[in-house]
């Protein structure tokens, strides 16, 4: 995926999990963040981070900060693009070579999933989960608990049960990472259900991504360790 019109600046603070200020050319600017996580690892004084212009004259901020550099490594931010980004790479036919339909916010149930896939041999519900916590290589998913995460990990259980392909699928927007974990000491209840899912069929897939402070692309494939 692309993004428009792109600056640098230095992060400053942030006030609230939607707001950041920026510092852009000597100018302090009140910036929307796409992340309501808590990126406390990420948002850090003096992080060097980059702003994606809005194109809405009405919007009462003219920038979104989508990226941000850790320690030398360039992390996006944005928690839309990992769908955009995977929507992409299965629509070229990387998920399922014979793709014949590619559905998003697909309801099954009680749960709506990012996307429902076809091919010749049926539906395949595919949730998709952002991942930007980053230690030594290491990359997990949540960085906060998320009750919604395993209501959707739940669901792709019954339906693995049901007979129904399914899978979880991370996007880590970064490169260089070597292994994915879930992050059991945030949220264990996720971690517990993305290994009940695994045992019951479910694919659980982490991809890395090549970024660059305008775009993000899909990958290569990151080993997943559950045990």
């Known amino acids: 995926m692309q993004y428009g ?13 939607f707001i950041a200020h920026v510092s852009v050319n000597g100018t302090t600017e009140v910036c929307h963040v796409k992340n309501t996580g808590r990126c406390r690892e990420l948002l850090i004084p003096g992080a060097a981070v980059w702003l994606e212009r809005s194109g809405n004259p009405a919007r009462k901020t003219k920038y979104d900060l989508i990226a941000v550099e850790k320690n030398g490594l360039l992390i996006n931010m944005d928690s839309q693009a990992p769908n955009k980004v995977f929507a992409e790479w299965a629509a070229a036919g990387h998920f399922l070579r014979d793709l014949t339909a590619i559905r998003p916010e697909y309801t099954w149930e009680d749960s709506r999933f990012d996307f429902l896939l076809e091919d010749a041999s049926g539906p395949y519900l595919v949730e998709v989960k952002g991942v930007t916590l980053e230690e ?25 049960e049901q007979g129904m392909r399914a899978a979880v699928f991370f996007v880590i927007q970064m490169k260089g990472a070597n292994r994915f974990r879930p992050n059991d000491a945030t949220h264990a209840a996720f971690g517990g259900a993305l290994r009940a899912a695994a045992a019951k069929g479910v694919g659980i897939f982490a991809y890395d991504c090549l970024v660059t402070p305008d775009s993000l692309r899909l990958d290569t494939p990151v080993p997943v360790l559950l045990e």
């Open 5 to 17: 019109t792109v600056i640098a600046g230095t992060f400053l603070a942030r006030p609230n999990r």
């Open 136 to 160: 030594n290589g290491e990359v997990r998913f949540p960085d906060a608990p998320t009750e919604r995460g395993v209501k959707h990990v739940k669901g792709l259980i019954r339906a693995a």
